[in-house]
């Protein structure tokens, strides 16, 4: 799987929107990016995900750029629950395939 | 969303006891089920990945006769910790694929304890 790079920490003020970036640099053509975060103690929670196009859901938007090698999360309006470790992942678009977890982003919002 | 649930959600042993965890899809069917390690401000480690009715894919370094993984059904994966050791103290998660491009879902981990 190719690998991604993120910021170790964030602070968001709340109500503000949260921008969460991403690298992917040698992401492959069959390789989707997906956003999950785990508050603390708590198994992690599937947020999103995209191949090329930008997405959207109720709990985020996700921005590729157009050659792929990056992606930003974005929490539209922050709240104090949404304090957890981000983490980007892409993985190949085969349903099995296991998920390798990096360092994540800890993304603090700030009241 | 899917949901997963883990049994227990945690547990105290003895070193030397074993102790099983409880993995289940609860409104869907999972060929394949994943087990993670968790240990204090560490990222998830993947340990194994648990196929139904066959050998479950240990990852490197992770001993699979210390770990046993049993994946019975299309709802249901355990997790069996033998001669536990402090050191084996740590936050288990599992997840559950829904298949095709669908993400993973994640139980809500079990803290293992070994005293």
């Known amino acids: 799987d190719a690998k991604t790079t993120q910021p170790p920490s964030m602070d968001c003020a709340e109500g503000r929107a949260a921008n969460l970036p991403c690298n992917h640099s040698?992401?492959?053509?069959?390789?989707?990016v997906y956003w999950y975060r785990q508050i603390h103690s708590q198994g992690p929670q599937y947020i999103i995900h995209?191949?090329?196009n930008n997405e959207t859901n109720e709990m985020a938007s996700l921005i590729i750029t157009e050659d792929r090698k990056s992606s930003t999360l974005i929490l539209p309006h922050a709240t104090l629950r949404d304090t957890a470790v981000y983490y980007c992942?892409?993985?190949?678009?085969?349903?099995?395939?296991?998920?390798?977890f990096g360092t994540g982003t800890r993304l603090t919002i700030i009241p | 969303g899917a949901v997963v649930s883990q049994h227990p959600s945690w547990v105290i042993c003895k070193s030397g006891t074993s102790v099983k965890i409880e993995c289940r899809s609860l409104?869907?069917?999972?060929?394949?089920m994943f087990w993670y390690r968790q240990f204090p401000k560490q990222s998830l480690m993947l340990m194994a990945t648990?196929?139904?009715?066959?050998?479950?894919?240990?990852e490197q370094g992770v001993e699979k006769d210390k770990f046993l993984i049993n994946h019975a059904s299309l709802t249901l994966s355990t997790l069996t910790v033998t001669s536990a050791h402090p050191e084996d103290s740590s936050f288990y998660i599992c997840?559950?694929?829904?298949?095709?491009?669908?993400?993973?879902?994640f139980g809500p981990g079990t803290r293992l304890t070994v005293t």
């Open positions: 648990s196929n139904e009715g066959s050998k479950a894919t240990y």
């Open positions: 995209g191949l090329k």
């Open positions: 997840s559950a694929s829904l298949g095709q491009v669908a993400g993973s879902y």
């Open positions: 992942i892409v993985r190949p678009n085969f349903g099995n395939e296991k998920l390798t």
């Open positions: 409104d869907f069917q999972a060929t394949t």
């Open positions: 040698t992401i492959s053509g069959n390789e989707y």
